[in-house]
C-alpha cells in the first residue's frame, strides 16, 4: 500500500491505520480511498483486532478530496467512478472507529473523520466544509451528518461560507469527543480505543449497530432494533461471563463469543 501505512504495535488488539500523502496533506485522491477501504476491510474482518484508529499526520487529518484529480472531470465522469462508493464502505466497518485529528480535517478530510464513530482531536485541528469556496458542495455526507450532530444553523453556517472551527468549537458543537495537546492526541485515540477492546466485541458490534441506527432511522424502528440487538446478546457466552463477573466481584474475560 502506497498511501495507507497500518501498524498493529500499539496495544493489543488495536490496529493504527495512517493516511500516508503528506505532501499533499492527505488530499484523498482515488488511490487512497481505494487503499483505505481495502485496510479497514481486511482489519474488520481480523478476529484478533478489536478497535481501529484512524490518523493522519500534526499537520493535516486529511484537507478533502484530491481538487487536482477532479478538476476537468464532468458530471458523467464523476457518476462512473462514483468516488463516493468508497465511503459507504468504510460507514460498513463493524469495529469502533477512532479518528485522532490533528491540523487540517476539511472536506471528504472532515467527512471521513464524521464518518468514524468518534473524534479525538489535538488542539491545532481545523474542521471545515470548504467545498462552497472551490463552488461545488460536500458530497460525502456532509450536509446530512454534520446537520444531524451540530444542527441545521451551524451546519449551513460551515457549508455555505466555508469556514473553518477550531477543535474547541468542534468539540462545544458536539462533533468531537475530546481535544487534548498535539503531542497526546494519538495516545488518547488509542486509550480510548483499547478502553473499548477490553469489552466483549459481539456486544461492542451490536451496540455500535444500534447507536448508529438511531441516525438513519424513526424511533420505533431504532427502539425495536436495539431490543432485538439486546435480546441476541443473551445467547453469547460472553453475556453469560460478564454478569457472572460482576456477581463474583471479579474482572470479566471475554472470549468474542
Ligand atoms: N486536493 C489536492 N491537493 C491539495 C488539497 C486537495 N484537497 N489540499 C491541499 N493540496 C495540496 C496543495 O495543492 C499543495 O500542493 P503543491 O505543493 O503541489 O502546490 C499542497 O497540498 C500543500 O497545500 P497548500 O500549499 O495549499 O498549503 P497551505 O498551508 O497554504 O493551505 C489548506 C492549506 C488551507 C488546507 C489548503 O491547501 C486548502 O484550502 N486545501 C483545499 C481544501 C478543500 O477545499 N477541501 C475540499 C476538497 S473538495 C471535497 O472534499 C469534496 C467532498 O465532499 C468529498
Given at each position: ?10 496495544a493489543p ?28 476491510a ?21 484537507a478533502g ?13 464523476m457518476l ?29 478530510g472532515c ?18 466544509q ?19 450532530i ?22 462545544s458543537?458536539g ?17 480510548l ?11 461492542v ?53
Open positions: 500500500m502506497e498511501f495507507i501505512k497500518i501498524s498493529l504495535q500499539y488488539k488495536i490496529a493504527l491505520v495512517e493516511l500516508n500523502r503528506p505532501k499533499e496533506l492527505n488530499a484523498l485522491n482515488l488511490q487512497l480511498m481505494k487503499e483505505l477501504k481495502e485496510a479497514l481486511s482489519l474488520d474482518n481480523d478476529p484478533e483486532i478489536h478497535a481501529i484508529v484512524l490518523t493522519g499526520n500534526d499537520q493535516s487529518f486529511a478530496a484530491d481538487i487536482k484529480q477532479m478538476s476537468d472531470l464532468g458530471a458523467i465522469d462512473k467512478i462514483d468516488q463516493f462508493s468508497t465511503w459507504d464502505q468504510i460507514r460498513k466497518v463493524q469495529k469502533p472507529l477512532i479518528a485522532a485529528v490533528s491540523g487540517f480535517a476539511l472536506g471528504g467527512e471521513l473523520a464524521l464518518t468514524c464513530d468518534m473524534i479525538i482531536a489535538s488542539e491545532t485541528a481545523r474542521f471545515g470548504p467545498e462552497i469556496k472551490i463552488g461545488v458542495m460536500p458530497g460525502a455526507g456532509g450536509t446530512q451528518r454534520l446537520t444531524r451540530i444542527g441545521k444553523a451551524r451546519a449551513m453556517e460551515m457549508v455555505l461560507t466555508g469556514k473553518f472551527i477550531s477543535a474547541e468549537e468542534a468539540l458543537y462533533l468531537i469527543n475530546k481535544v487534548v495537546p498535539v503531542e497526546a492526541y494519538l495516545q488518547e485515540a488509542i486509550n480505543a483499547a478502553k473499548i477492546a477490553k469489552m466483549s466485541p459481539i456486544a458490534r451490536l451496540a455500535k449497530e444500534s447507536i448508529n441506527r438511531a441516525y438513519e432511522t424513526h424511533m420505533d424502528e431504532g427502539l425495536h432494533f436495539e431490543r432485538k440487538n439486546f435480546y441476541l446478546l443473551f445467547a453469547s457466552e460472553d453475556q453469560k461471563e460478564g454478569m457472572q463477573a460482576f456477581i463474583e466481584k471479579r474482572g470479566a474475560k471475554f472470549k468474542g463469543r
